[in-house]
């Protein structure tokens, strides 16, 4: 081993360009490689650590209205203790949800808790999922007094006291209820779809019950499914429950006019690659797919420089080996000693990598928000194996060239052996599938970046800067405190105006079907109710027609005692509204008619203005379309939504943060501009943009690497061509055409290659926004004619030394 060292040692200090391209090249690759393997590693390995995950289900529901479906994640609680009863020895829970403001009493200062997330479960949950304790058991759930927190939310509680035996009061929808603390859980995992800070058993009331019965879906549900028979069964007999249920007219609905729900049933490590409204840190396959094979494809990239480099330095050990040779050495000792220079060499790169990777991962981490870190325990073993890969893919067939040379030849020759025209095609055969890779990734890159600026910038359908709106859902406490903040922002002499709304895109709403007459195919709106300023404040662009008014009765939604007394019968629908009831134009759907509600029930109303669509978030969640509905009796727990005079904001939002501990004590300080609406949903995209800039970086200097060191492998084995082309007449310019020919001709041809897949993933991925950038040639040209520059600059320095190399010294030069 020694004698291995120190031969690759002498090695290195002899031919240290080529050993430095190949460890920065090989450690690029694999820096690359190890740290997109740990991002898939971290979204790969959802809910993977619990014991029966790899059986564990989860019942969703779907919604299909028209041609539009509707995810959910929650069904109704009264399925599964239905289904356990026609399939006995199911081990099945269910997870519920509810929010509430919580009081610890031993608090001296009584701080309440504003809208927290209570998880109410069956007592066999730590059956299905084994989460770990720090204080107490499982067994707690059995009393329907005890409460089991996280240790995060213990500590924010009781802080260091132990939280153990203390008492929580928890009061939602008025009522208040004392619990115990019975147990405390390791805090969870990041990559868990099951995020439960505090856990209680669900009551056996139904007034105290989180859901109520077949009335709302508010039960995440789950059964341990190990077979395919079992799912089937389980599956079946679900659907059989709902049949016999007051939603079995929902379930066959065949009405194209009405709602059909349908049942399915989703892996635990599938949830979180769920659709829209079913895992709220949903993550894209297509994405994580993608950064596996940039990963890949990187070190692949990496092992070809290696062998095109050392492929291109066996030349010049020719002579080494033969004498080793004419001693006595074999074929097969020559090809353990080049694999083991080959091992000492892809271990520094190795060792290059890890540290790259050390200072890469935070980096990924902090862009992308995944929770990445660097388990040596996992990354040592992967490393490795990816020297041992590389050993014996990267390194065979240079050790199996070297050692193959025929001493007498090479002996008897006043030159060093050449390859011929079969070894440089192939080397720059490999620096064309490097270039193909690296330029298939830039076109991505600027598709990737092209698609963030253009939501950036794109038209929201109403008017951003001077906008910002409170969501007041935590302010039910006290009744009044919606419209002591309401009166405050009304009273400041630069807010110019004022609304208050149900919401719609901008928090929660109601859906609705929607079909243009009796028996035609429906689809799923937003039914936004809303006061006379909405329009005005938000400033939504009007394309035909007129905005709704209290001036005319037949505008508004009158209610009484929190219920609608008149409907109105005017609406003011979104252009997408309009075109999916089949309206050729905003102007052509004025004055027609259109029926709202499911088909027993559904009402006709009529359409009196149109305005644009307003995009609120990236486009890839699309989101049902809205329909505006004036309401003049006050809106509860609505969206506050103001407008201030150009330049005021930060002093409005000064002087309510000022006031807001009068106004709403205890309650977040949680306002936001619109303008940080709009950040927020675009930063998902900026991030992916950063993260394929990266790789894209990589990929190409990885392929300039070996370009560079082939351009000087390429100077020494030219000298005295260039020598008798300058003899006989040839300029400096041309040499350098020759040259630079030779090394750009890989590049244009990569983009063959590298046109059509960049073309075909680009084009699938633009189909999921529903503002997609045009896919246009400039990105590939672009690209294209970057690549080709980068490639002149990386061999310029060494193709111009030898096309002005005097043909006296080039002739001399072998």
Known sequence: MMTMVSDFWRLAVRYRLYTALNVIGLGLGVATFLTLALVARYELGWDGFYQQSASLYELQADFVIGSGTFHMAEVHDPVLPAVQTRMPGLQGTRLEHISADIVAPSDISRTVHYDQTISFVDPNFFDLFDLKFTAGSPAVLSSPGNIILSATMARRLFGEKPALGQTLEVTRHGKTSVYRVAGVLRDHPSNTTITTDLIAAIPKTGADRPCDGWNTMCAQTYAVLPTAALRQSFLQNAHDVLMTSPLSRAIEQKDPGGEKMTLRIVPLPSVHFGSDGVAEDGASRSVLFALIAIGTLSLLAGAMNYVNLATAQSLG??????????????????MIRFLGEALVLTTLAAMLGLILTEIAVPTVASLSGWSVTLDYGWTLPLLGAVIVVLTLGAGFYPAFMLSSFSPAPVLASARLPAQGRFGARIRLFLVGIQFAFAVTLGICTLVVNAQALHLRHLDRGMTIPGLAIIA????????????????????????????????????????????????????????????????RTFRLHLLAGRLTTSERATDVTHTKNGNPDALAQNFVLSREATRKLGFSSPQAALGQTFMFGDNDAAEKRTIVGVVEDVILNSGQDTLPPPIYELETSPIEQGIIAFRTAPGA????????????????????????????????????????????????????????????????????????????????????????RLLLGQFLRPVLYASLIAWPVAWVFMRNWLTGFDNPVALTPLYFVLTTLLAALLCALTIFSRTFGLARAEPARALRAE
């Open 317 to 334: 050990r020719a002579r080494e080996v033969a004498i080793r040779k004419v001693l006595g050495a074999s074929h097969t000792r020559l």
């Open 649 to 736: 904001m930060p002093h409005v939002l000064n002087a309510l943060r000022k006031a807001w501990p009068t106004l709403a004590p205890g309650v977040p300080f949680e306002p936001q501009t619109m303008t940080e609406i709009i950040a927020e949903s675009t930063q998902s995209d900026i991030a992916r943009g950063r993260l394929f800039s990266i790789g894209a970086a990589v990929a190409i200097a990885i392929a300039c690497l070996g370009l560079y060191g082939l351009a000087a492998f390429n100077a020494e084995r030219r000298m005295h061509e260039v020598g008798i082309r300058k003899t006989l007449g040839a300029t400096t310019a041309q040499i350098m």
């Open 472 to 535: 007041t859902e935590n302010l039910n406490a006290l009744d009044r405190q919606q419209t002591a903040v309401v009166n405050l922002l009304r009273a400041m002499p630069d807010v110019t105006d004022l609304s208050v709304s149900a919401g719609g895109t901008l928090g929660r709403y109601e859906v609705g079907s929607v079909h243009r007459a009796p028996g035609q195919k429906a689809f799923m709106a937003q039914a936004i109710a809303h006061d006379e300023a909405f329009f």
